[in-house]
T-cell receptor, first 112, second 111 residues
């Protein structure tokens, strides 16, 4: 079974802090994705990566950056957290570009 | 710009009923369509993936159909059970792998 793990289930940070959300997959998948999920707005793609050290902007990249130094790990970085980044963050991976995406359990981030 | 709509937003049925969830999309140039299940506060679980060249996929009590030309997909759940209660999301993929999600249908199956 594919396993996608996220570093924290719940996280509380203060405005202006630098925040790292980590995602690890164990199936040697090429592609990894970061989404955020908000009531009324659904899931929206923040960034994705097709390969190590490669990244592509999704639909809402502003205020975020990512890092993929190793194939199995994809990190989402909030350089200076703001209250409007309070959300559920979901990581996913897939073998190929349009294959089934497997999701992690999510990180519920609260920025105070 | 691709938009995905799911109707109804919420559905409540008695146990044992067969039911259909609907998904529509505005741009028929999709690579595939995926159906997911999400339990409250959890991540998404993949249920079915239909390639653009396929008409339907089945897994157990679930059957998903795709009519690309009309921009529609349905998820059919046979003999519903209380354990089927969850939010069901459909998403369409272009050839880049980016998924565009609908808002979901929240299903409650009453014992």
């Amino acid at each position: 079974d594919v396993k996608v793990t996220q570093s924290s289930r719940y996280l509380v940070k203060r405005t202006g802090e630098k925040v790292f959300l980590e995602c690890v997959q164990d199936m040697d998948h090429e592609n990894m994705f970061w989404y955020r999920q908000d009531p009324g707005l659904g899931l929206r793609l923040i960034y994705f990566s097709y390969d190590v050290k490669m990244k592509e902007k999704g639909d809402i990249p502003e205020g975020y950056s990512v890092s993929r130094e190793k194939k199995e790990r994809f990190s989402l970085i909030l350089e200076s957290a703001s209250t409007n980044q309070t959300s559920m963050y979901l990581c996913a991976s897939s073998l190929g570009g349009s294959d089934t995406q497997y999701f992690g359990p999510g990180t519920r981030l609260t920025v105070l | 710009k691709q938009e995905v709509t799911q109707i109804p937003a919420a559905l409540s049925v008695p146990e044992g009923e067969n039911l259909v969830l609907n998904c529509s999309f505005t741009d028929s140039a999709i690579y595939n369509l995926q159906w997911f299940r999400q339990d409250p506060g959890k991540g998404l679980t993949s249920l079915l993936l239909i390639q653009s060249s396929q008409r339907e996929q089945t897994s157990g009590r679930l059957n998903a159909s795709l009519d690309k030309s009309s921009g529609r997909s349905t998820l059919y759940i046979a003999a519903s059970q209380p354990g089927d209660s969850a939010t069901y999301l459909c998403a369409v993929a272009g050839n880049t792998g980016k998924l565009i999600f609908g808002q979901g249908t929240t299903l409650q199956v009453k014992p």
